[in-house]
């Protein structure tokens, strides 16, 4: 076996691993209360952080597979969990599935695809790369998921009653406040922390001096 086959085998498994680590972080996170902060109808969620990790751990192809598991656990929520899931569920159920999981996709994909394109320009793993990843991950998670709620049920009467708002411009103010705010912030610090020490840990990069 040549020494190229044995490391890329190498590099297989630890993607399979470390995504399969990651999904269950994502899975247990969401069905308890590590996941979800929730205060009044707005839902402030902690998901982004593995998303973020396992984009730097495994590029764009783990964020993808990452940014779904996301998609589909915020997609179960709707089903008893989240009151605004269920709301928007019995509004629509296809569009539901398309707010929750699209976005989620388009994060965890582009997250894993810019931060391997920083990582062309400056050391591969260094604090500078995994802080644009894992603040990227939330800022987008919120554009998109925005974004796509906003397209599909924001002029909504039900959905405005359930923001006590008059207007779209009403509930993207709520969705845009706080609540973002804290997610990028954790994702940003505890995103940055993972995965710098996780690269370190498999050899991927040299501690710093």
């Given at each position: 076996?040549?020494?190229?086959?044995?490391?890329?085998?190498?590099?297989?498994?630890?993607?399979?691993?470390?995504?399969?680590?990651?999904?269950?972080?994502?899975i247990i996170m969401a069905f308890t209360p590590l996941g979800f902060l929730k205060s009044g109808v707005v839902e402030i969620t902690f998901l982004a952080v593995?998303?973020?990790?396992?984009?730097?751990?495994?590029?764009?192809?783990?964020?993808?597979?990452?940014?779904?598991?996301?998609?589909?656990?915020?997609?179960?929520?709707?089903?008893?969990?989240s009151p605004l899931g269920v709301l928007i569920m019995g509004i629509n159920p296809f569009l539901t599935f398309v707010v929750c999981v699209i976005p989620r996709?388009?994060?965890?994909?582009?997250?894993?695809?810019?931060?391997?394109?920083?990582?062309?320009?400056?050391?591969?793993?260094?604090?500078?790369?995994?802080?644009?990843?894992?603040?990227?991950?939330?800022?987008?998670?919120?554009?998109?998921?925005?974004?796509?709620?906003?397209?599909?049920?924001?002029?909504?009467?039900?959905?405005?009653?359930?923001?006590?708002?008059?207007?779209?411009?009403?509930?993207?103010?709520?969705?845009?406040?706080?609540?973002?705010?804290?997610?990028?912030?954790?994702?940003?610090?505890?995103?940055?922390?993972?995965?710098?020490?996780?690269?370190?840990?498999?050899?991927?990069?040299?501690?710093?001096?």
């Amino acid at each position: 076996m040549s020494v190229k086959t044995a490391a890329e085998r190498r590099e297989r498994t630890l993607f399979l691993v470390e995504t399969a680590m990651l999904t269950a972080i994502i899975i247990i996170m969401a069905f308890t209360p590590l996941g979800f902060l929730k205060s009044g109808v707005v839902e402030i969620t902690f998901l982004a952080v593995p998303v973020a990790v396992g984009a730097v751990m495994t590029g764009w192809k783990g964020g993808l597979i990452l940014g779904t598991v996301f998609g589909l656990v915020s997609f179960a929520q709707c089903f008893g969990m989240s009151p605004l899931g269920v709301l928007i569920m019995g509004i629509n159920p296809f569009l539901t599935f398309v707010v929750c999981v699209i976005p989620r996709m388009l994060t965890g994909f582009l997250t894993g695809l810019i931060f391997e394109l920083v990582s062309k320009y400056d050391k591969k793993g260094s604090v500078g790369t995994c802080v644009v990843a894992s603040l990227l991950c939330p800022i987008f998670n919120t554009l998109f998921f925005v974004s796509a709620f906003s397209l599909c049920f924001g002029m909504n009467p039900e959905v405005l009653n359930f923001f006590g708002e008059s207007s779209l411009l009403g509930i993207i103010t709520v969705l845009l406040t706080f609540n973002a705010l804290i997610e990028a912030g954790v994702c940003a610090v505890i995103g940055t922390a993972v995965s710098k020490a996780l690269l370190v840990a498999v050899g991927r990069v040299r501690k710093a001096k």
